[in-house]
């Protein structure tokens, strides 16, 4: 299984190895439902609508499919692409 390197938004300079076609499938999956303008989506939201759309072969049932969304949220945000609100409760969206 191929790897990449993410990024951690509450821990800078600091990567983490992952599948790599894993975090792309939930990244896309992440990108196509987070709205582009405040003020976004809770991630229970998001969640719920990236799981119908995950490859199966991936996320069998949505399996991990939290885990993946946190990962793919805390590296996005990370590199600037999605932003959080300031305010409880979390709500993200595209930059």
Do not use: C, S
């Amino acid at each position: 299984m191929p790897k990449i390197q993410i990024q951690n938004v509450l821990q800078p300079g600091k990567t983490y190895p992952v599948d790599d076609a894993m975090f792309a499938a939930m990244r896309a999956a992440v990108l196509q439902v987070l709205p582009a303008a405040p003020p976004g989506m809770t991630p229970q939201q998001a969640i719920a609508a990236i799981k119908p759309i995950l490859p199966h072969a991936l996320f069998p049932g949505g399996d991990k499919a939290g885990w993946w969304f946190k990962a793919v949220q805390l590296d996005q945000e990370a590199k600037g692409i999605i932003q959080r609100g300031l305010v409880a409760p979390v709500r993200l969206w595209r930059v």
